[in-house]
T-cell receptor, first 114, second 111 residues
Framework: AQTVTQSQPEMSVQEAETVTLSCTYD???????LFWYKQPPSRQMILVIR??????QNATENRFSVNFQKAAKSFSLKISDSQLGDAAMYFC???????????FGTGTSLTVIP | DVKVTQSSRYLVKRTGEKVFLECVQD?????MFWYRQDPGLGLRLIYF???????EKGDIPEGYSVSREKKERFSLILESASTNQTSMYLC??????????FGPGTRLTVT
């Protein structure tokens, strides 16, 4: 079975600084997708960024970027120039290319300090 | 924009009651999912459906059932609610091969 591990239950960052959230996963597949989702307090979960395993280039969305290390099965999220609105629970997720089921990590709660 | 709605944001039920949680999506997605979210445990999949009247068990289906009579609607049923089913329930939908879109969640309290 696929597993996704987020080893940092809580993280904090100063406003305008950079923070990296860690995620590792276990799979025997070669083709899959990885995702980072954001869940602000009492608000809907939204997609932050997506990475296809067959792409060597790391995905980037504005201030959010990933460091995808396929051999190490690592998928970290870097948030640059952190803003107060970035405070949220962040979930890493995995999906096989041919499957429907998503596998989520346990989440990292990010606090942004003004 | 994809919209996934859930029938209630907050729900309080008594032990033994039958509980229905409804989820509707408006983007013609084939796949729909029900998760429960608990602190420290992340999201755990209860059931998912990849087509009308089709369903598959997730990781924690015990005590739950689902119904998908129409493509846009996916219902989660607690046949006899118990206190250990107090949780946040999240519905999601997706097109084949793409990311999931989530509803706002239903916080269920069983007393």
């Amino acid at each position: 079975a696929q597993t996704v591990t987020q080893s940092q239950p809580e993280m904090s960052v100063q406003e305008a600084e950079t923070v990296t959230l860690s995620c590792t996963y276990d799979t025997s597949e070669s083709d899959y997708y990885l995702f980072w989702y954001k869940q602000p307090p009492s608000r809907q979960m939204i997609l932050v960024i997506r990475q296809e395993a067959y792409k060597q280039q790391n995905a980037t969305e504005n201030r959010f970027s990933v460091n995808f290390q396929k051999a190490a099965k690592s998928f970290s999220l870097k948030i640059s120039d952190s803003q107060l609105g970035d405070a949220a629970m962040y979930f890493c997720a995995y999906r096989r290319n041919t499957g429907n089921q998503f596998y989520f990590g346990t989440g990292t709660s990010l606090t942004v300090i003004p | 924009d994809v919209k996934v709605t859930q029938s209630s944001r907050y729900l309080v039920k008594r032990t033994g009651e039958k509980v229905f949680l409804e989820c509707v999506q408006d983007m013609d997605h084939e796949n729909m999912f029900w998760y429960r979210q608990d602190p420290g445990l992340g999201l755990r999949l209860i059931y998912f459906s990849y087509d009308v009247k089709m369903k598959e068990k997730g990781d924690i289906p015990e005590g739950y059932s689902v119904s998908r009579e129409k493509k846009e609607r996916f219902s989660l049923i607690l046949e006899s609610a118990s206190t250990n089913q107090t949780s946040m329930y999240l519905c999601a939908s997706s097109l084949q091969g793409l990311e999931q879109y989530f509803g706002p969640g239903t916080r269920l309290t069983v007393t």
